[in-house]
């Protein structure tokens, strides 16, 4: 009777397994994969007190079986069988049950709550035979770890020796056995049995959404909740991880790093995804470990590999995983140092990373700290320039996706399509009579609008790399910085105020006794920087009225227009002459309160602002670059000679800058490398 019929007689008779049932575990595997359920797996569980040890035996391969094919069936296992009569039964078998049965225990013990993973663990510890359980050593390192976890321990030691000599061996096969060992000694399990590792790593990498994805996708959306048994659950795995840890980092000075960096190596991509998450588990539970200068030898074995991985890794989780290992690196003064040996490869990619990670951000504030500027971590070259003088000087400029739209003081609108150093004209239109002033994007991304002297706003889809005119709109004045919204465009008129214009209605004029220089819309507030100095902010839904800044009379026969105005995290950013002590000011947008300045000495003519970067364009042909946060200078870029910056575009991810000047000349200048 081969294992399969064994099962169904089980089954149907509700008694014992014949002994014969050892003899086909193939056919056994097929049919379990077909019968798992809750009365089935309670059948073959009761076969595990039987008298007869064979049948025991049976029993144990066919439920080894299960857990392989379903890993859900462990819970009712490790709740229902009885351990005690299948630990006996380890002295009396042969070498190849008793290696079964060691994997049996080793897979029960992979359960979602790590208070049922001890409860199990020390049933195993109390009534088996320490001596046996010996020859799965990830089996062993759990059951010693129950005692004190820093007393010394041979089990322990010849345990994590047997890893790390896999992990050395030539046998990839065993060396990725060794590595998933490791995984799971983490003891953090899915429902079904898979180590959470993962997933855990990505949520102290602070990648939140993307932690939160796997736990769902693993069925684990219930250990999301702030639930008393969950924060019971976190406490006792945490416990769990310090002492695991501990054991294996702290063995032999940090013996396991050197092995884990040979698996690195490796061209297996499932031997090198399991040695990365292994290693940067270990490295980063030594912040929470004492520090008996592990910590060095682990940066000494891993960081070069770590720094590549970063680097040139394909898939985000394993940069994120290279990120998390070397912030713990740069926990020490050497390590911080050795990380800023490779700074211009490690900030490129954290910028990359930032979006979706505050510790990326976190990393890259800190790295700045630890430099007497920030210059080491901004390099700009221009990677390309380009003559438009065929149709005279550029006025306006957007940047949307990978394509750059300019207009031109002879009516036309170019598309330019730019990737890596080439930047070409893909499409050109000429629709407008007189200057392009003015170019908008809608929020949507599908709607080009075009302001122009001929007293017309035009409306365009964006249909790939062409341009379709929707739409027209007499506006029976000349358009100078338009913005554009849902339902209302705006634009300083050739005189003073604000022109309002409802896509649907009458045009009206606001603030109709300031001439208005630069314009910014953010949120329904409309902000006006003022031939006077004078900066207002309109709310366009009740039309009212504040004062930022108030307007000066003329500074020695003099004007100080504000040419420029950026809002940008809840800061109003305006740009004008230095004669105040700053070129530009910063305010708060919440009270008006004047929070910050920036020192330059240059008249500001235009300013774009990116994460972490202000970008001021001058009436002198050059471009200076301060940091956001420190409000200090980090360089300066020579565009032309005498010619005023009066446009300035950034890529969405604010790494490429494309600038216009009169000289007829488009520059487009990479802030990355």
């Known amino acids: 009777m081969d294992m399969a019929e064994a099962l169904l007689m089980a089954i149907k008779r509700e008694k014992m397994i014949s002994f014969k049932c050892v003899e086909d575990h193939k056919n056994a595997s097929l049919i379990v994969s077909s019968m798992i359920s809750e009365r089935v797996i309670e059948s073959v569980i009761a076969s595990l007190e039987s008298e007869l040890v064979e049948e025991r035996t049976a029993a144990v391969g066919i439920l080894l079986r299960g857990m392989e094919e379903d890993g859900h069936c462990r819970n009712v296992i490790a709740e229902k069988a009885m351990l005690v009569p299948v630990l006996e039964s380890f002295l009396v078998v042969s070498d190849v049950e008793q290696f079964e049965i060691v994997q049996f225990l080793y897979e029960l013990v992979k359960l979602s709550r790590r208070s049922c993973i001890e409860r199990l663990l020390r049933i195993i510890k109390d009534d088996g035979s320490s001596g046996a359980v010996a020859h799965y050593w990830g089996l062993l390192l759990q059951l010693d770890l129950l005692v004190e976890p820093r007393k010394m321990s ?13 992990l050395k061996c030539d046998f990839p096969r065993i060396q990725l056995l060794a590595a998933e ?100 588990w270990l490295i980063h539970m030594l912040s929470f470990l004492p520090d008996t200068g592990v910590r060095g030898a682990a940066r000494v074995c891993l960081l ?10 394909r898939h985000t989780d394993e940069r994120v995983f290279a990120m998390l290992a070397l912030r713990n690196f740069m926990h020490d003064p050497e390590g911080m140092h050795d990380v800023t040996l490779h700074i211009k490869d490690v900030v490129k990619t954290l910028r990359e990373l930032k979006k979706s990670s505050v510790l990326a951000y976190d990393m890259l504030k800190l790295l700045s700290d630890g430099q007497e500027s920030s210059v ?71 709607r080009l609008y075009s302001g122009s002297l001929d007293k017309f706003i035009r409306v365009w889809a964006i249909r790939d790399r062409d341009l379709h005119c929707v ?60 031939n006077d100095s004078s900066i207002q902010e309109i709310d366009l839904a009740s039309g009212t009225l504040a004062t930022v800044q108030s307007g000066n009379k003329r500074l020695l026969g003099k004007a100080s227009p ?26 708060s947008t919440s009270n008006y309160n004047l929070v910050g300045s920036i ?45 005023r910056v009066q446009c300035m575009a950034l890529d969405a991810d604010g790494e490429i800058l494309v600038v216009e000047h009169p000289m007829e000349k488009s520059r487009l200048g990479d802030l990355l490398e």
């Open 304 to 313: 070069r590999q770590f720094i590549s991985i970063l680097k040139s890794a």
């Open 376 to 446: 080491d971590m901004w390099s700009h070259k221009e990677l390309v320039q380009v003559d438009c003088a065929t149709n005279g000087e550029v006025l306006s400029i957007i940047y949307h996706k990978h394509l750059i739209f300019s207009g031109h003081s002879d009516g036309t609108i170019k598309v330019w399509e730019g990737s890596d150093r080439l930047l070409h004209p893909v499409n050109e239109f000429r629709e407008h009579s007189k200057a392009v002033t003015s170019l908008a994007i809608s929020n949507s991304g599908e």
């Open 562 to 587: 504000i040419y420029a105005v950026q809002v940008h995290d809840g800061l109003l950013y305006s740009g004008s002459t230095s004669a105040d002590g700053g070129a530009v000011k910063i305010w």
């Open 471 to 530: 739409e027209v709109h007499d506006t029976k004045e000349q358009v100078h910085n338009l913005i554009v919204s849902n339902t209302i465009a705006c634009f300083t008129p050739q005189g003073a105020g604000v022109k309002l214009l409802p896509w649907n209605g009458n045009s009206k004029l606001l603030n109709p006794n300031k001439h208005v220089r630069s314009l910014v819309q953010v949120q329904g507030k409309l902000y006006c920087g003022c």
């Open 599 to 643: 020192p330059s000495m240059m008249e500001v003519r235009s300013m774009v602002i990116s994460a972490e970067l202000i970008y001021l364009g001058s009436k002198v042909g050059v471009v200076e670059i301060w940091s956001k946060e420190k409000l200090t200078k980090i360089g300066a870029l020579q565009i032309g000679t005498n010619s």
């Open 154 to 166: 041979i089990y322990r030691e010849e345990a994590i020796d047997a890893l790390i000599s896999c």
């Open 181 to 280: 060992t490791i995984l799971a000694l983490q003891g953090r399990f899915s429902a079904s049995g898979r180590s959470l590792a993962r997933a855990f790593l990505l949520k102290h990498a602070r990648m939140n959404k993307r932690y939160r994805a796997l736990m769902r996708a693993e069925q684990m959306g219930n250990a999301l909740e702030d639930s008393e048994d969950n924060l019971e659950e976190e406490k006792a795995a945490n416990e769990w991880e310090r002492k695991i840890a501990y054991s294996l980092a702290s063995h032999e000075f940090g013996l396991l790093f050197e092995a884990l960096a040979e698996g690195l190596k490796s061209r297996d991509l499932e031997l090198f995804s399991a040695c990365l998450i292994s290693a940067t």
